[in-house]
Structures are given as C-alpha cells and as structure tokens.
C-alpha cells in the first residue's frame, strides 16, 4: 500500500542542525512532487517546503528559507529535509506528504510524522 | 500570499446534528486547488475533500464540500462520534505559499 515513513526527528540545541527523512513505498516516488508540513505544538497545520517530483524546483515557507533544503533521491525513494540553524520556533512534528497535480492540486498521502524539539 | 480564514474556530454540536464549516480566503482561489483535512488527536491529517466539492475515496456521502472564489463550506450532514475532530482547509495552488486556515475543532456538545 501507498505509504510514507518519516525519520531523523529528535532533540537537537538551538542553532544545530538536522536532517529529516522520509522513505516512500506503494508507488512511483519519482513521478509525484512532494511536500514538508509540520505542526508545532497545539497549534495548526503549516506548510515547509516543496520538491517537484523531478528535484529541478523547490520552494520554502519565508519562516525556514535560507536554512532549511529540500532534496530528494529517487533511487532510495527518500524526500530529506536539511534544517540548519534551528530556532524554538521549529519545534514540530514534520509531516512528508504526496501531492498530487493534475486537473486537481491536492495532498493525498500523509506520512505519521517525526518530531523535532529544538531545545538548549 | 493568500491568508485563509476559516471559522468558527471551535463548533460545538451534538450527534445527528448538521455541522458547517467555513474557509474564506483573502484573495480568490480557482476551486480546483481548495482542500479539506481532518486531523484527530496524535494522528496525521486525512485527505476529505479536493477541488474544493469532490470526497476522496472511503469519505462518507455525509461530508461534501461547496464553495467558489473566496468563500469555501464543508458540510457535515449528520454528525457521527467518529466526526468530532480538528478540519483544515487548504489552498494547494499552482504557486507557494500553499496556505491552510488555522482549523475548526469540531467537539461534542
């Protein structure tokens, strides 16, 4: 079955870095973009990062660009995410997710998340 | 950047009843890119809704989705105790940001 699982999540100092990644099974990992979501504590849904299916464009939130890199391989069908210079304030659960572009745009698949605590 | 809107932001309802939930965007949105999530407590969101009417595969006839240009609804035609949960609307455009609401928490009244 179509499946997501994030890794690399954990408790790092304010200004370490990180690297998020997410293994894709049950399909064609190199036809589909793919975006980073994450949720802070208690609070909504927020959107990181997106990597076109074939690794040529990307684009970041304002809150992580120029820290934070999107990259993906596609022979290991893994979506990372590099976060540098971590703040508080990227205390989340990080979220890889499928999405789909065709006549609809949408997010179909959801990985269960890996959690991030930046923390001294 | 298109700022997404939803409200209310808590809804308190009973089983049975009929639950709206709305999603305004600052700026119009082409409805083919407006999307719904449910998210329940320690889970990850759940595709409900795409192009902002049309239910993903295993969604209930109960949920549907309306709406056009700024002004976005999902309905949920009586309610179920599995319903009561967080909903995120979110524009999934052809340019980034891709923005969700803030959320309504759907709770038991």
């Known amino acids: 079955q179509v499946q997501l699982v994030e890794s690399g999540g954990g408790v790092v100092q304010p200004g370490r870095s990180l690297r998020l990644s997410c293994t894709a099974s049950?399909?064609?990992?190199?036809?589909?973009?793919m975006h980073w979501v994450r949720q802070a504590p208690g609070k909504g849904l927020e959107w990181v990062a997106l990597i076109s299916y074939d690794g040529s464009n990307k684009y970041y939130a304002d809150s992580v660009k120029g820290r934070f890199t999107v990259s993906r391989d596609s022979s290991k069908n893994t979506l990372y995410l590099q976060m540098n210079s971590l703040r508080a304030e990227d205390t989340a659960v990080y979220y890889c997710v499928r999405y789909v572009q065709g006549y609809y745009y949408y997010v179909d698949v959801w990985g269960k998340g890996t959690t991030v605590t930046v923390s001294s | 950047e298109i700022v997404l809107t939803q409200s209310p932001g808590t809804l308190s309802l009973s089983p049975g009843e009929r639950a709206t939930l709305s999603c305004r965007a600052s700026q119009s949105i082409n409805s083919r890119y407006l999307v719904w999530y449910q998210q329940k407590p320690g889970q990850a969101p759940r595709l409900l809704i795409y192009g902002a009417s049309s239910r993903a595969t295993g969604i209930p006839d109960r949920f549907s989705g309306s709406g056009s240009g700024t002004d976005f609804t999902l309905t949920i035609t009586s309610l179920e105790p599995e319903d009561f949960a967080l909903y995120y609307c979110?524009?999934?455009?052809?340019?980034?940001?891709?923005?969700f609401g803030q959320g309504t928490k759907l709770e038991i009244k």
């Open positions: 979110q524009q999934c455009g052809a340019s980034p940001p891709y923005s």
């Open positions: 049950g399909f064609t990992f190199s036809s589909y973009a």
